[in-house]
Protein backbone atom coordinates (compact mmCIF):
# COMPACT_ATOMS: atom_id res chain seq x y z
CA UNK A 1 0.00 0.00 0.00
CA UNK A 2 0.95 3.19 -0.66
CA UNK A 3 -0.74 5.24 2.30
CA UNK A 4 2.50 6.33 4.12
CA UNK A 5 3.78 8.33 1.46
CA UNK A 6 0.80 11.01 1.33
CA UNK A 7 1.41 11.32 5.31
CA UNK A 8 4.99 11.71 5.16
CA UNK A 9 5.36 14.71 2.89
CA UNK A 10 3.27 17.14 4.30
CA UNK A 11 4.42 16.59 7.89
CA UNK A 12 7.94 16.88 6.51
CA UNK A 13 7.08 20.37 4.76
CA UNK A 14 5.52 21.34 8.03
CA UNK A 15 8.54 20.78 10.35
CA UNK A 16 10.76 22.54 7.11
CA UNK A 17 8.50 25.38 7.18
CA UNK A 18 8.65 25.84 11.18
CA UNK A 19 12.50 25.71 11.01
CA UNK A 20 11.75 28.98 8.52
CA UNK A 21 9.77 30.49 10.81
CA UNK A 22 12.04 29.89 13.88
CA UNK A 23 14.80 31.68 11.78
CA UNK A 24 12.73 34.14 10.46
CA UNK A 25 11.47 35.70 14.18
CA UNK A 26 14.87 35.33 15.00
CA UNK A 27 16.26 37.21 12.25
CA UNK A 28 13.33 39.89 12.65
CA UNK A 29 14.24 40.14 16.32
CA UNK A 30 17.81 41.16 15.19
CA UNK A 31 17.15 43.44 12.43
CA UNK A 32 14.98 46.37 13.43
CA UNK A 33 14.30 49.72 12.38
CA UNK A 34 16.05 53.04 13.93
CA UNK A 35 15.13 55.94 11.86
CA UNK A 36 15.71 55.17 8.14
CA UNK A 37 17.71 52.29 9.01
CA UNK A 38 18.42 48.72 10.18
CA UNK A 39 19.88 48.63 13.39
CA UNK A 40 21.50 45.40 12.82
CA UNK A 41 23.01 45.78 9.26
CA UNK A 42 22.71 49.45 8.41
CA UNK A 43 20.82 48.75 5.56
CA UNK A 44 18.07 51.60 4.57
CA UNK A 45 14.96 50.16 6.13
CA UNK A 46 13.27 47.67 4.99
CA UNK A 47 16.95 45.31 4.86
CA UNK A 48 17.07 42.40 2.67
CA UNK A 49 16.82 40.32 5.91
CA UNK A 50 14.03 41.81 7.24
CA UNK A 51 12.00 41.73 3.81
CA UNK A 52 12.98 38.08 3.73
CA UNK A 53 12.26 37.49 7.01
CA UNK A 54 8.80 39.01 6.67
CA UNK A 55 8.35 36.58 2.82
CA UNK A 56 8.76 33.44 4.83
CA UNK A 57 6.77 34.39 7.84
CA UNK A 58 3.43 34.77 4.60
CA UNK A 59 4.17 31.25 3.25
ZN1 LIG B 1 19.04 44.32 8.78
Redesign the pocket.
Known sequence: MTDNISEKTPQAWDTLLEQYRHSAVETLAQ?LRTGTR?E??G?PWP????CAAEATLEL
Do not use: V, Y
Request: aromatic letters at 0%; hydrophobic letters at 35%; a positive charge.
Open positions: HCACQCRAA
